[in-house]
């Protein structure tokens, strides 16, 4: 198994999860075992997928796991969207907001750059 911090997005969802699991165990204690369980899922299975996707069995796997973590990411962010803006949850810090747009950012811009070079690799090898 890779280290966590072995690059950017690892070392981004890993510490993104233990934001989440901070923020879950807060709205445990406040009686909001629902919500808790739908962030915790969401907000720790980006980080499992993209660890998922360092062991991936080819590029298009690699995608596949890294377009499992979008999917994730923005349940996770809409989840906190809802936290934030109902007045039935406390509200999540500001640094757990930010930091799911910029994995959000990330994710989809290592799902783009994969892409094309396997786009490119693939019109390379037709030549």
């Known amino acids: 198994m890779s280290h966590p911090t072995s690059n950017i997005i690892q070392e981004k969802t890993f510490k993104f999860s233990l934001m989440i699991i901070e923020y879950t165990e807060h709205l445990r204690r406040k009686d909001h075992r629902e919500m808790a369980s ?5 907000g720790t299975g980006i980080g499992a997928n993209v660890c998922e996707a360092q062991n991936a069995e080819s590029p298009a796997d690699f995608v596949h ?10 349940e996770t962010e809409y989840w906190l969207r809802l936290c934030l803006e109902s007045g039935h949850y406390p509200k999540p810090e500001e640094g757990i907001n930010s930091e799911i747009r910029q994995i959000c950012r990330l ?19 037709r030549d």
């Open 65 to 74: 796991k890294f377009k499992i973590a979008a999917k994730e990411a923005e």
């Open 107 to 125: 994710i989809n811009r290592i799902i783009g750059s994969s892409k094309r070079r396997m786009h490119f690799k693939n019109n390379h090898n």
């Open 38 to 42: 739908q962030l915790f899922r969401s």
